[in-house]
């Protein structure tokens, strides 16, 4: 798979998504990737005016301290949501752990599905499912020309039906799809979530396998989806197959 990629000149770095409104001038970011750094070096785009935060796993918020002597204020915006397997929520757990950017950054609290403002979106966290922890996906919407970007966020099949509701109906659908369900039978608890054709589409607990994300892009009816937070174990042959997506796309919406 290496090499593959290597031939096609694309990598795949930990989660992280731009989005920038040209109608203001401002972008958001969602997910701190501790690669956010060189992410934003190779794809030459401004860093964010705010940022959210979708759940406390080291991939989507250890790159929050990268921020450090680079911005000035930045809103990030996370759940309020407590989570019982930590005692405090997302919003909680970001202001302890990055208590020496308290000058740097601020936190806001954010209550599922309920619609907030930031760089000229209209915002909205739903709980998707991800044990043992809270985990959220997002969708992004401007108001002005009614363009929507869904974001599963981490999640297995099991996605509740209010969040699949809000998810529906997007320009564009990013869909946790981290291998493909053939992997299952590698994992020590198996897959989940089976379909009529018997295939899982949930690999272990935590996250969809490629067929439970395009099974979940099918019922949301997207204009387009594209798989990401895919794991280095694709085969070779199928790594780089539509519509897996690779670091740096660009999508106007």
């Keep these: 798979t290496c090499e593959r990629a290597r031939e096609r000149g694309v990598s795949r770095s930990r989660f992280s998504v731009h989005v920038a409104n040209e109608r203001t001038g401002e972008s958001l970011l ?3 990737s501790p690669d956010f750094r060189q992410q934003f070096l190779a794809a030459d785009v401004p860093l ?4 959210l935060v979708t759940h406390i796993h080291f991939d989507h918020l250890d790159g929050l301290g990268n921020v450090y002597r680079l911005v000035d204020g930045l809103p990030v915006h996370a759940p309020a949501e407590t989570d019982p397997a930590t005692d405090e929520s997302v919003a909680e757990t970001i202001r302890d ?3 020496y950017l308290e000058d740097r950054i601020g936190v806001h609290a954010r209550d599922p599905f309920d619609p907030f403002e930031t760089c000229g979106f209209e915002v909205r966290f739903v709980p998707v499912d991800h044990p043992p922890l809270v985990c959220y996906g997002v969708v992004v919407r401007d108001p002005v020309t009614g ?22 109906g997007a320009d564009l659908l990013l869909a946790d799809a981290i291998v493909p369900a053939s992997l ?4 020590p608890i198996g897959g989940r979530h089976e379909g009529p054709d018997g295939v ?17 892009a099918d019922e949301l009816e997207p204009d387009r989806t594209r798989l990401v937070h895919l794991a280095h174990y694709y085969p070779a042959d199928e790594a780089f197959e539509e519509p897996l997506a ?3 796309e660009v999508y106007e919406l």
């Design 30 to 32: 969602v997910d701190f």
């Design 48 to 51: 964010p005016d705010a940022g």
């Design 97 to 99: 752990k990055y208590d």
């Design 147 to 168: 363009a929507k970007l869904s974001l599963t966020g981490d999640t297995s099949y099991d996605v509740p039906e209010r969040s699949r509701e809000a998810l529906a």
């Design 246 to 248: 690779v670091d740096g």
């Design 184 to 187: 299952c039978e590698h994992h």
């Design 200 to 216: 899982a589409r949930t690999f272990g607990t935590k996250h969809m396998t490629r067929e439970g994300a395009l099974a979940l």
